[in-house]
């Protein structure tokens, strides 16, 4: 049996986390290496060399190395006529993380200009677009999902999506100010899809089924059936769970972004064994009954198997009005991660952790679910009498620069610090224990994580004497 208010916290602290760190590096401004890796981007404009002006667009793939080097290839649609295109050239970002591309396009002397301005922490680019002498556009560009590494693939593209398309007057001559077409789509996570939706406001709704196929690059092709039509898509699964798309018919013209019904979420730390039990909880408060899944991933990346479930991955069915619970009882060695889920809308839901310990009551906290695709998280803390420990997870597929800023009572700043995380990667502390944190002791302040890259998801928990209890993060 533990005595004492040290001995029982550092035991607890102990049970709970692995304190081990990824190498920390200092921020860094706007610079070349500022636009690097994998990024898809989606202009719409005007094409000039046509007899009279038409809708031009591009869904393009850029690859740059960091250091002034940039290539890309993707497919344009000028007019309704679709073709390859591709070019190579060099970039420069400036301190303000402004920038230009310029490059030759392939097969031909005509020269391409970008004007881009990150934004979002540098995780996406606006974008002006001149194909000299004849196309102009604007757009987004973004990371993909797995940047450049071979981790896309069917499971990326799963759950829930609305999308918005239109078509030009000149396509459809009965609008003269366009067609306008809003819809959903259900990916089953395994190459299948199902589309509902409805075209300008007041005509009849319409319905398909199709297929989809996500290559290692996070580019895809979708293909579905609505009555009487069979429509062929290119997109693109960037950072952050958004989608974006082009149209691959003759003929046709619609651009847009799919977009995450519910966003993709994250319990950022489970624990069982060693003295530690962690459930799930989760309520349907629809009229209709949902199903979702519900993946575990140990700290270092890889898939955590939950014995109860017997492999690392379930499927949760909650009837209408109904609830479902998850259960990793405490047995065997301790074994840490955390979940992910999308959950339909209408489904809440929240984490309970218990520790048990020979000779004191069992103790427990309830956790709520975090935004598995955040990019800045904050919470309260209290080092006066208490021990403040904090889980920081990793959920996406691009590693994550974390900044991390404490202020005190005053407003002071009494530490900064800078984890790397992997992808799908996670690691715990006591916060005091990061570098460059330890000034923290004895006080009470909030602390500010900021993902550069990647995405930051955290749960903050305040050990005592002989008791614990969860700190929610604001994101």
Known sequence: MIHGFKGA??????????????????????????????????????????????????????????????????????????????????????????????STVAGSSNTATIAFQLVQGGREMLITFVDSPKDVGTGR???????????????????????????????????????????????????????????????????????YSIAADCSGTATFTIPGYTIHFLFAVVEGGNVLFMDNDSDDYMFGVLQPASPPSVLPQVAFGGGWYSALYFTNTTSAAVSFTVNFTADDGTPLTVPSLGGSSTTVSIPAQGTAIIEAPNT?????????????????????????????????????????????????????????????????????????????????????????????QKTEAALRNLPGLSGMAGSRGRAQFSATSGNVAVLGLRFGASAFTSIPAQQ
């Open 332 to 424: 065997g060695p301790l074994s840490q991660g955390y979940a992910t889920f999308t959950l339909p809308p209408g489904v809440s839901g929240y984490g309970v952790f218990r520790q048990s310990v020979t000779g004191r009551p069992d103790q427990e906290a309830v956790a709520p679910f975090a935004t598995a695709n955040a990019a800045s998280s904050t919470l309260v803390w209290d080092d006066t009498s208490f021990v403040t420990a904090i889980a920081i997870a990793n959920a996406g597929p691009v590693a994550a620069t974390i900044s991390v800023t404490l202020w005190d009572n005053d407003g002071n700043v009494v530490g900064r610090s800078t984890v790397n995380l992997p992808p799908y």
């Open 9 to 102: 916290t550092d035991a607890m602290v102990r049970t709970f986390l692995f304190l081990g760190l990824a190498a920390l590096t200092q921020a860094q401004t706007c610079s070349n290496a500022s636009f690097s890796g994998t990024w898809f981007y989606s202009i719409s404009g005007t094409a000039l060399e046509t007899a009279g002006p038409g809708p031009y667009g591009q869904l393009m793939k850029l690859i740059s190395d960091g250091n002034g080097n940039v290539s890309g290839q993707g497919t344009e649609d000028t007019n309704g006529v679709l073709a390859a295109a591709a070019g190579a050239g060099t970039y420069t970002v400036n301190a303000d993380c402004s920038g230009t591309v310029n």
């Open 141 to 211: 560009a973004y990371r993909a999902a797995a940047e450049g590494a071979s981790q896309c693939g069917n499971q990326s593209l799963t759950g829930s999506y609305g999308w918005m398309g239109a078509l030009p007057p000149s396509f459809n001559p009965q609008y003269q100010l366009g067609q306008s077409i809003l819809g959903g789509f259900e990916f089953d996570g395994k190459g299948g899809l199902s589309y509902t939706g409805t075209t300008n406001p007041g005509e009849a709704g319409l319905g398909g089924q199709g297929t």
